[in-house]
């Protein structure tokens, strides 16, 4: 296993990192900072000097080297190593830094990280609502419509299994996404709601159209 943990050279990042290494999981150290004393026990950490607000850097590390567990222990003002290496000097709290490093730069590594994503194919979607207006006397009227948990990687292999040849790559930024873990068995129990289309088959389906459509 491979683990990439977000100031890892930070006090409790320290302690994670030797106990993983330990453990015998590969850590790659992402903070602002090299170490700066040697840690023993630290040694076989590969180091990467990273800000967590630059995304690209984050991806690239995580791809290059496979992380398949995040750690996130980034924080701007809370604990002493912030305050050793002068990026909160006592009484010089700057809250934008502050909701920048701990709210953006959360976002960003979780964004980078993979989130998962709840995908719904637009035909599901449709269906939840014809389905909707068949129910005459609903016992709830708010339903979440939800489809299958899935990696943006995943839609990429996906594809590519159904276009053979196609270029695809995932790129920071863009829209952001719906967070999988909506609950949505009322929909299931109420309208009789449950998607009809797998990941393949949405997609499958969604390249028949597009052909369709650049054909007429
Ligand atoms: N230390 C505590 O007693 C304590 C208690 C409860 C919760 N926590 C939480 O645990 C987490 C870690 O705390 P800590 O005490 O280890 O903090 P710390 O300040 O010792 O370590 C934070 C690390 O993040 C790095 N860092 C800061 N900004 C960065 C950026 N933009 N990009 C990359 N690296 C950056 C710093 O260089 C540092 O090594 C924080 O979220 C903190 O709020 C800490």
């Excluded at 590969?26 to 026990?41: F, K, Q, T």
């Excluded at 690209?56 to 290059?64: K, P, S, V």
């Amino acid at each position: 296993m491979t683990y990439l943990i977000t100031g890892a050279h930070g006090f409790i990042g320290t302690h994670l990192t030797r106990e993983c290494l330990q453990a015998g999981i590969r850590v790659i150290a992402y903070d602002l900072v090299r170490p700066r004393w040697p840690e023993p026990g630290l040694e076989g950490a590969v180091v990467v000097e990273g800000d967590i607000l630059e995304p690209t850097r984050l991806i690239e590390t995580m791809q290059a080297h496979k992380v398949q567990v995040v750690i996130h222990l980034v924080a701007y003002g809370a604990g002493d190593v912030g305050r050793e290496i002068g990026l909160v000097k006592a009484g010089d709290y700057n809250p934008l830094k502050g909701a920048e490093v701990n709210v953006l730069g959360a976002l960003t590594v979780f964004e980078a990280a993979d989130v998962l994503w709840d995908m719904v194919y637009v035909k599901d979607a449709a269906h939840a609502f014809f389905l909707a207006a068949q129910v005459k006397t609903p016992e709830h009227r708010i339903f979440n419509v939800t489809g299958h948990t899935a990696r943006p990687k995943d839609m990429v292999e996906v594809v590519k299994r159904l276009v053979p040849g196609v270029h695809v790559e995932v790129v920071p930024g863009g829209e952001p996404v719906y967070p999988y873990g909506l609950p949505g068995k009322r929909a299931d129990r109420e309208l009789g709601f449950r998607p009809r289309y797998s990941l393949e088959e949405a997609a499958q389906d969604y390249l028949e159209d597009l052909r369709n459509r650049m054909k007429a």
